[in-house]
């Protein structure tokens, strides 16, 4: 291909992000916090390998971080967990205890 040549051809310049989102994504937990009115905040948990089940994990943070919580269901990034309250360092420290994660691969988000 010669330089006019490629000038013709457009450039994406966030085409391998999505590449690095898509890996990302697959690889880590993230677990975010969502402002809901006044002082109410939700956390949402994203990334939970397949292997575990979701319901069973659920009812064992409903029942240790004394929250109410609910599982969303998604065809692009799995399940997807929501728990009344902040409990994101909670779930974090819970997940490596259980083996489930290992703290490299969870990845805290939010204030």
């Known amino acids: 291909m010669s330089n006019i ?3 013709n051809v457009p450039f994406d310049p966030f085409a391998d ?9 697959n690889n880590n937990i993230h677990l975010r916090i969502q402002q809901r009115n006044g002082k109410k905040t939700l956390t949402t948990l994203q ?11 659920l009812k064992t943070f409903k029942k ?20 009344s309250g902040d409990q994101r360092l909670k779930i974090a420290e819970f997940l490596v205890n259980e083996n489930i994660a290992k703290k490299m691969d969870i990845k805290v988000h939010g204030f």
């Open 64 to 83: 240790v971080f004394a929250c109410s919580g609910k599982i969303f269901p998604d065809e692009e990034l799995g399940d997807i967990l929501q728990l």
């Open 17 to 25: 992000v999505d590449d690095d989102r898509a890996q990302e994504t």
């Open 47 to 57: 990334g939970l390998p397949k292997e575990y089940d979701a319901k069973k994990i």
């Open 5 to 7: 040549e490629e000038l």
